[in-house]
């Protein structure tokens, strides 16, 4: 049973938008803090948005009034509206779960991941 699903991504050019979507099982979208992660060729996954148990989002630096993370309790998806996109932002972008809600945009506290979507920025 897959738990997470990413879709969305895609090629783009630099100052264009993307829309990416996790669609989640009923479990995991109900009792774990959702957000998304990205891993760039040759460099170390990182954080870059997830909601805290309040649904509050949390940002990284690098992505903080470009991106927005939102989600549909109706359809159990959680996006990541990326704007303004940077050459820099290319990678393979992870939805993930955490149970315990930690806020942090830390792998290591993650407890589910998705396959990853590519997203390519030119």
């Given at each position: 049973h897959v738990q997470l699903v990413e879709s969305g991504g895609g090629s783009v050019q630099a100052g264009?938008?993307?829309?990416?979507?996790?669609?989640?099982?009923?479990?995991?979208?109900?009792?774990?803090?959702l957000g998304w992660f990205r891993q760039a060729p040759g460099k170390e996954r990182e954080g870059v948005a997830i909601f805290d148990i309040d649904n509050i989002p949390t940002y990284s630096d690098s992505v903080k009034g470009r991106f927005t993370i939102s989600q549909d309790?109706?359809?159990?998806?959680?996006?990541l509206q990326m704007d303004?996109?940077?050459?820099?932002?290319?990678?393979?972008?992870?939805?993930?779960?955490?149970?315990?809600?930690?806020?942090?945009?830390?792998?290591?506290?993650?407890?589910?991941?998705?396959?990853?979507?590519?997203?390519t920025v030119s």
């Open positions: 264009g938008s993307l829309r990416l979507s996790c669609e989640a099982s009923s479990n995991i979208y109900n009792r774990y803090c309790d109706a359809k159990n998806i959680v996006y303004n996109l940077k050459t820099e932002d290319t990678g393979t972008y992870y939805c993930a779960a955490d149970r315990d809600c930690n806020e942090a945009l830390d792998e290591f506290a993650m407890d589910r991941w998705g396959k990853g979507t590519q997203v």
